[in-house]
Structures are given as structure tokens and as C-alpha cells.
């Protein structure tokens, strides 16, 4: 089935600094999602990006789709510590259900 | 306020019992998903329901039922035929008319302990 794949799997940065995650899959896809968990809660949903589209803003978020290279990335401006988290891209085709990464743990030092 | 209410939050059980996870939503909600997640690893699909009265299986059924009696409801069984039960199960659910895709709402867990 087709899967998301992060990288890198843990990150640490400065308060302040920027964050960058990267997503890669293997197979077509509608659309590509973003989400964060915070330790032992649910996920939350952040921003979704369909195939046609090319970058995507959301606050201090941007997230990318190459689906020539099959890879996504998201961005997160002016780090902070509340965004210490894990973040997991999840891949949809139609109405199959969502298929996701192993994450990236966000550690944001103040 | 809607939402999807999973509960216990954390659930005990002694090897060769079975186990009903709870899952509830007010969002109404089409389509709802069971997953499982293990520590540092991504969310793997259990089953899910795309309407009341049908369910598939997803990629990691063995050892566990559900039943979707309700559109508010999607019970997870883990029977004792799931050798390694112990994990953090997520419940979510999706509005398959709506205009946010596939986006899916989650509930807060349930961490479940075999002893």
C-alpha cells in the first residue's frame, strides 16, 4: 500500500529557528496531509495539499508537494516551544482510507 | 461541542481476555477508522467503516473485531487472539460529503496494557 516516509525521524532546534520536515511516497495520490501529535493525544489535522497543487500556507506553516519526486515538506516558521510534537504526513487516494508515516519527533528547545 | 470521544483512556487485561475499546462521535460522520500505534512508530490501519452495518478489514485486523451497529459508534474488540495487543489505539472519524477531503478527526486514545 502506499506510505508516507519522514526525514528526518527527530529533530531538536532553537526556539525561533525553522523546522523542516520532508515526506516521501511511492504511489499516486489526491492529496497529501499533515498532522500533529502531541505525546499520548490524538492527531490533529494541519493542512492538506491536493496533487495540483504546488505549495500550500497555513499561519506559520508551508508545505510543498513535488509529485514528480513523489515528496512532500513542511515547514514551520519561528519555531516555538509549544510546537514540540510529533508530525506524521498521511497520503489519500479517493476514499481509501489515509495511509501514514512513522512521524517526525519535534523537539523545540527555549 | 463535536468531537469523537474514545474511553477508557487507559485499559489493564490479563493475557486471554478480551478487551471492548469505545468510540463515539457527534461530528456525524460518515466514514470512521480504528488504528493502532506502537512507541516511535507511525498509525496502522485495524478496520474501518465507510457506512453503518459494513466494515473492512484494514492492514492489521487479525485478532481484533468491530462491529458499526451505529452511525455514532464503532466498537474495537481486541480478542485474545492478538498476541501483542499491548498499544495506543486511535479512533477517527471522516465526513465523506464534506468539503475537507478525507481529512480525519481523531479521538484521544486508549492505551491498552496486557499484564
Known amino acids: 500500500s502506499q506510505q508516507g516516509e519522514e526525514d528526518p525521524q527527530a529533530l531538536s532546534i532553537q526556539e525561533g529557528e525553522n523546522a523542516t520536515m520532508n515526506c516521501s511516497y511511492k504511489t499516486s495520490i489526491n492529496n497529501l496531509q499533515w498532522y500533529r501529535q502531541n505525546s499520548g493525544r490524538g492527531l490533529v489535522h494541519l493542512i492538506l495539499i491536493r496533487s495540483n497543487e504546488r505549495e500550500k500556507h497555513s499561519g506559520r506553516l508551508r508545505v510543498t508537494l513535488d509529485t514528480s519526486k513523489k515528496s512532500s515538506s513542511l515547514l514551520i516558521t519561528a519555531s516555538r516551544a509549544a510546537d514540540t510534537a510529533s508530525y506524521f504526513c498521511?497520503?489519500?487516494?479517493?476514499?481509501?482510507?489515509?495511509?501514514f508515516g512513522k512521524g517526525t519527533r519535534l523537539s523545540v528547545i527555549a | 461541542d463535536g468531537g469523537i470521544t474514545q474511553s477508557p483512556k487507559y485499559l489493564f487485561r490479563k493475557e486471554g481476555q478480551n478487551v471492548t475499546l469505545s468510540c463515539e462521535q457527534n461530528?456525524?460522520?460518515?466514514?470512521m477508522y480504528w488504528y493502532r500505534q506502537d512507541p516511535g512508530q507511525g498509525l496502522r490501519l485495524i478496520y474501518y467503516?465507510?457506512?453503518?452495518?459494513?466494515?473492512q478489514k484494514g492492514d492489521i485486523a487479525e485478532g481484533y473485531s468491530v462491529s458499526r451497529e451505529k452511525k455514532e459508534s464503532f466498537p474495537l474488540t481486541v480478542t485474545s487472539a492478538q498476541k501483542n495487543p499491548t498499544a495506543f489505539y486511535l479512533c477517527?472519524?471522516?465526513?465523506?460529503?464534506?468539503?475537507?477531503?478525507?481529512?480525519?478527526?481523531f479521538g484521544a486514545g486508549s492505551r491498552l496494557t496486557v499484564l
Open positions: 467503516s465507510q457506512i453503518v452495518n459494513d466494515f
Open positions: 477517527a472519524s471522516r465526513d465523506r460529503g464534506g468539503s475537507g477531503a478525507n481529512v480525519l478527526t
Open positions: 498521511a497520503t489519500g487516494q479517493g476514499n481509501t482510507p489515509l495511509v
Open positions: 461530528l456525524n460522520h460518515d466514514a
